[in-house]
């Protein structure tokens, strides 16, 4: 984010350049947030959803060169929310507001111009991209290090140790307020010119040219001679009042008729002798200065700086300055977690988003892309995924010392900021954690038992949900997997033996395993899908995800986002139903995909709660450095697009409009015809794909009634099934 009147002010007075072969054989420190806001931007991100796949190739291709010329990058990324944000809910919702202004403007024929509005409602946030940077740091060997609450103040750690773990900084001008002397601000890689055949070819990369390629940079000293040589704590508490994330503007200098310029902002605290004390005395009849009792805000903030809590060298947790704390400096910073909380999240096993409703005791649910103005993505969010976000917490909480056990969380929503929902953690406990402890089986019965699995699955992965599934069929099996808690004893070692144990707790936990082992109901449906379908991940996903929204009542045909353009337009009322079952278009596709990216990000979480329990109870060997190895292979880690609805509905879109829809001849064109417009993969795969999906849910549909669970509508998919098979 950095101190945008600073960097204005320090673009032109300030920034130099250099040569980057000078920072050759150098640790360079990235502030992964100010890199992803600074990468190149996919505009339409925000109209399909999921993770922008292409920025991952040119996030490689930068790394690569800088590596090329000799830098060795380490990424720190945020952990804990810390501090005071005043509008948490505004920055989702302007991009919403935003996304609906490109949607109309796409639909009025103005593709370049919607582009253009995409583009700036915003990309995903840094923190919703955190996962994907992981992913492909950790797939590219490149180190990173989560922080336990801000990565500026970890990466100053990491420049002033006697060590010097990092050699210089890449990040924002907060960095300057954590006492860091110099902050590299931007990479400026030079590369030959491409043909005109190469361009847009992403089998075609650009050659760099080191001995043309800088970076920039800003150095205190500079700033504190070209401000008039002003002592430093004035500069630091004039960056302070300019407005950050650590900090709001000083209301006096950010009126909607005039912000004042950083220069002003120096001027105007050096008139008050340099220090805040009497400034904000000065100005103690603003309204806003006395609402945000802004005084005690900067008094925090600075405390919040001097103090903050980062990972240290020896692994431990402290303060900085730890001899001088405030005893309150859990209200500067944020609340204390255990240790071992913080490792697990250094190293990429967890998600920070569970342990920031613990610690903060607030859950913020935030506007989705589309808007999520339908009552039915409303409902979702407050009342069936509310019981989940509760269980999730309880399991964490009820391995933590009693502090947590009895804290108050509240639930707040974009739609409705004036109302919550508050619980006590103690009126959830107990937690289910002791209904799940009995899934403790080793590798060597798992490797047996997929032994047995035959032909049917040769290599199907231990710790995947159609291993987890399929094993159970044999019911002896399913009864020599209920096996006593560790409690350090013979704890479980390897990454299969943790994800598989893992994995078969969450299945229990929802209610595809009961507290036998064996599957139930439910459990069968998904069994049922996963047999066509297949092991591999995203299709085990599509399954599992499949399964949740029947049975949360959201895998029908009815018009959920009435209020949003882009269904189905073409051919009569049935087409159009039948269309809608197989998948939504334009701003309703993106409607249904933030529904499905809601309950895959719940059921993630409880997951990730699962694993985590087992490592505080002691169940799992904690000797180990296969951290994100287990984050990647649990299930549901990546986030999928829209892009296969978007192939299915032109499709099918397109046969609406003509003579005889169902003719072969007529499908073969159409597909054929289809691929042009699909540049980075095979549009009639892709199709299959999709095909092969809708057999596996209606199967599931149909085990499911068979069964005796309630299937709304469940002669619609008969004849649903038998209009798409005219058309494949």
């Given at each position: 984010?950095?101190?945008?009147?600073?960097?204005?002010?320090?673009?032109?007075?300030?920034?130099?350049?250099?040569?980057?072969?000078?920072?050759?054989d150098?640790?360079?420190?990235?502030?992964?947030?100010?890199y992803?806001?600074?990468?190149?931007?996919?505009?339409?991100?925000?109209?399909?959803?999921?993770?922008?796949?292409?920025?991952?190739?040119?996030?490689?291709?930068?790394?690569?060169?800088?590596?090329?010329?000799?830098?060795?990058?380490?990424?720190?990324?945020?952990?804990?929310?810390?501090?005071?944000?005043?509008?948490?809910?505004?920055?989702?919702?302007?991009?919403?507001?935003?996304?609906?202004?490109?949607?109309?403007?796409?639909?009025?024929?103005?593709?370049?111009?919607?582009?253009?509005?995409?583009?700036?409602?915003g990309?995903?946030?840094?923190?919703?991209?955190?996962?994907f940077?992981?992913?492909?740091?950790?797939?590219?060997?490149?180190?990173?290090?989560?922080?336990?609450?801000?990565a500026?103040?970890?990466?100053?750690?990491?420049?002033?140790?006697?060590?010097?773990?990092?050699?210089?900084?890449?990040?924002?001008?907060?960095?300057?307020?954590?006492?860091?002397?110099?902050?590299?601000?931007?990479?400026?890689?030079?590369?030959?010119?491409?043909?005109?055949?190469?361009?847009?070819?992403?089998?075609?990369?650009?050659?760099?040219?080191?001995?043309?390629?800088?970076?920039?940079?800003?150095?205190?000293?500079?700033?504190?001679?070209?401000?008039?040589?002003?002592?430093?704590?004035?500069f630091?508490?004039?960056?302070?009042?300019?407005?950050?994330?650590?900090?709001?503007?000083?209301?006096?200098?950010?009126?909607?008729?005039?912000?004042?310029?950083?220069?002003?902002?120096?001027?105007?605290?050096?008139s008050?002798?340099?220090?805040?004390?009497?400034?904000?005395?000065?100005?103690?009849?603003?309204?806003?200065?006395?609402?945000?009792?802004?005084?005690?805000?900067?008094?925090?903030?600075?405390?919040?700086?001097r103090?903050?809590?980062?990972?240290?060298?020896?692994?431990?947790?402290?303060?900085?300055?730890?001899?001088?704390?405030?005893?309150?400096?859990?209200?500067?910073?944020?609340?204390?977690?255990?240790?071992e909380?913080n490792?697990?999240?250094?190293r990429?096993?967890?998600?920070?988003?569970?342990?920031?409703?613990?610690?903060?005791?607030?859950?913020?649910?935030?506007?989705?892309?589309?808007?999520?103005?339908?009552?039915?993505?409303?409902?979702?969010?407050?009342?069936?995924?509310?019981?989940?976000?509760?269980?999730?917490?309880?399991?964490?909480?009820?391995?933590?010392?009693?502090?947590?056990?009895?804290?108050?969380i509240?639930?707040?929503?974009?739609?409705?900021?004036?109302?919550?929902?508050?619980?006590?953690?103690?009126?959830?406990?107990?937690?289910?954690?002791?209904?799940?402890?009995?899934?403790?089986?080793?590798?060597?019965?798992?490797?047996?038992?997929?032994?047995?699995?035959?032909?049917?699955?040769?290599?199907?992965?231990?710790?995947?949900?159609?291993?987890?599934?399929?094993?159970?069929?044999?019911?002896?099996?399913?009864?020599?997997?209920?096996?006593?808690p560790?409690?350090?004893?013979?704890?479980?070692?390897?990454?299969?033996?943790?994800?598989?144990?893992?994995?078969?707790r969450?299945?229990?936990?929802?209610?595809?395993?009961?507290r036998?082992?064996?599957?139930?109901?439910?459990?069968?449906?998904?069994d049922?899908?996963?047999?066509?379908?297949?092991?591999?991940?995203?299709?085990?996903?599509?399954?599992?995800?499949?399964?949740?929204?029947?049975?949360?009542?959201?895998?029908?045909?009815?018009?959920?986002?009435?209020?949003?353009?882009?269904?189905?337009?073409?051919?009569?009322?049935?087409?159009?139903?039948?269309c809608?079952?197989?998948?939504?278009?334009?701003?309703?596709?993106?409607?249904?995909?933030?529904?499905?990216?809601?309950?895959?990000?719940?059921?993630?979480?409880?997951?990730?709660?699962?694993?985590?329990?087992?490592?505080?109870?002691?169940?799992?060997?904690?000797?180990?450095?296969?951290?994100?190895?287990?984050?990647?292979?649990?299930?549901l880690?990546?986030?999928?697009s829209?892009?296969?609805?978007?192939?299915?509905?032109?499709?099918?879109?397109?046969?609406?409009?003509?003579?005889?829809?169902?003719?072969?001849a007529?499908?073969?064109?159409?597909?054929?015809?289809?691929?042009?417009?699909?540049?980075?993969?095979?549009?009639?795969?892709?199709?299959?794909?999709?095909?092969?999906?809708?057999?596996?849910?209606?199967?599931?549909?149909?085990?499911?009634?068979?069964?005796?669970?309630?299937?709304?509508?469940?002669?619609?998919?008969?004849?649903?099934?038998?209009?798409?098979?005219?058309?494949?």
């Amino acid at each position: 984010m950095g101190i945008a009147t600073f960097d204005t002010w320090a673009a032109t007075r300030v920034t130099k350049s250099q040569q980057i072969s000078s920072l050759n054989d150098s640790v360079v420190g990235i502030d992964a947030t100010y890199y992803l806001e600074n990468s190149a931007k996919e505009p339409l991100v925000t109209a399909l959803g999921g993770f922008p796949l292409a920025l991952e190739s040119g996030i490689v291709r930068e790394l690569k060169d800088l590596q090329t010329i000799g830098l060795r990058p380490h990424f720190v990324f945020n952990g804990l929310d810390h501090g005071i944000d005043d509008d948490p809910f505004g920055p989702s919702l302007a991009s919403a507001t935003n996304n609906a202004v490109a949607f109309e403007t796409y639909e009025s024929n103005q593709a370049a111009q919607a582009i253009q509005v995409f583009r700036s409602s915003g990309t995903p946030t840094p923190a919703g991209l955190s996962e994907f940077l992981k992913k492909t740091l950790h797939k590219h060997g490149i180190p990173f290090t989560v922080a336990p609450y801000s990565a500026l103040a970890q990466l100053a750690y990491y420049e002033k140790h006697p060590n010097h773990f990092v050699d210089a900084i890449y990040g924002s001008s907060e960095l300057f307020l954590y006492g860091v002397e110099k902050v590299i601000t931007k990479f400026k890689l030079a590369h030959q010119p491409q043909d005109a055949s190469e361009r847009g070819n992403p089998k075609k990369t650009p050659q760099l040219v080191p001995e043309s390629s800088e970076f920039l940079w800003i150095d205190r000293r500079s700033c504190l001679e070209e401000l008039g040589r002003i002592p430093s704590a004035l500069f630091a508490d004039s960056l302070l009042l300019a407005g950050s994330k650590t900090l709001v503007p000083f209301p006096p200098t950010n009126k909607p008729t005039k912000i004042y310029p950083f220069r002003d902002v120096v001027n105007l605290l050096a008139s008050s002798g340099g220090s805040v004390v009497p400034l904000c005395n000065q100005y103690s009849d603003d309204e806003e200065v006395q609402r945000l009792d802004y005084l005690d805000r900067y008094k925090r903030a600075v405390a919040g700086i001097r103090h903050h809590v980062v990972i240290t060298s020896e692994g431990d947790i402290e303060a900085l300055d730890k001899e001088n704390a405030p005893s309150d400096l859990h209200d500067c910073v944020g609340q204390r977690l255990p240790e071992e909380l913080n490792m697990y999240l250094s190293r990429g096993m967890i998600r920070p988003r569970v342990l920031n409703w613990l610690a903060s005791g607030t859950i913020l649910i935030l506007a989705p892309y589309d808007g999520g103005d339908s009552k039915v993505y409303q409902d979702l969010v407050r009342k069936q995924l509310e019981p989940l976000r509760r269980q999730t917490l309880s399991l964490l909480a009820d391995s933590l010392n009693r502090y947590y056990q009895r804290k108050e969380i509240t639930t707040r929503y974009w739609f409705d900021p004036k109302g919550s929902s508050k619980v006590n953690i103690k009126d959830l406990l107990p937690s289910p954690k002791d209904s799940i402890a009995s899934w403790n089986v080793k590798e060597d019965a798992m490797l047996n038992r997929r032994q047995t699995l035959g032909k049917q699955s040769p290599e199907l992965p231990l710790g995947s949900i159609s291993f987890a599934v399929r094993s159970l069929q044999d019911p002896d099996f399913a009864a020599a997997t209920i096996t006593p808690p560790t409690r350090g004893q013979n704890p479980l070692q390897s990454r299969d033996e943790v994800c598989a144990n893992a994995v078969w707790r969450f299945l229990q936990l929802r209610g595809y395993i009961d507290r036998q082992h064996q599957l139930t109901a439910w459990g069968k449906v998904l069994d049922s899908i996963l047999s066509i379908t297949g092991s591999q991940t995203e299709q085990e996903k599509a399954a599992l995800l499949a399964v949740e929204l029947m049975r949360f009542g959201l895998l029908n045909a009815d018009t959920m986002f009435s209020a949003y353009s882009g269904a189905p337009s073409r051919s009569n009322d049935i087409d159009k139903r039948n269309c809608m079952l197989v998948g939504p278009l334009s701003r309703h596709l993106l409607a249904y995909h933030s529904m499905v990216s809601a309950v895959q990000a719940s059921m993630r979480d409880m997951l990730e709660m699962c694993l985590v329990t087992m490592f505080l109870e002691g169940g799992v060997n904690r000797e180990r450095e296969d951290w994100m190895e287990i984050a990647l292979t649990l299930p549901l880690f990546d986030e999928d697009s829209c892009a296969l609805g978007v192939i299915m509905l032109h499709y099918l879109d397109e046969l609406f409009v003509r003579e005889d829809p169902t003719s072969e001849a007529t499908r073969e064109e159409i597909t054929a015809r289809s691929q042009g417009w699909v540049i980075y993969s095979d549009f009639k795969a892709s199709q299959q794909l999709a095909f092969r999906l809708w057999d596996a849910v209606y199967q599931g549909v149909k085990v499911a009634n068979e069964n005796g669970e309630y299937i709304k509508d469940i002669e619609m998919w008969d004849e649903v099934d038998q209009w798409l098979v005219q058309r494949r």
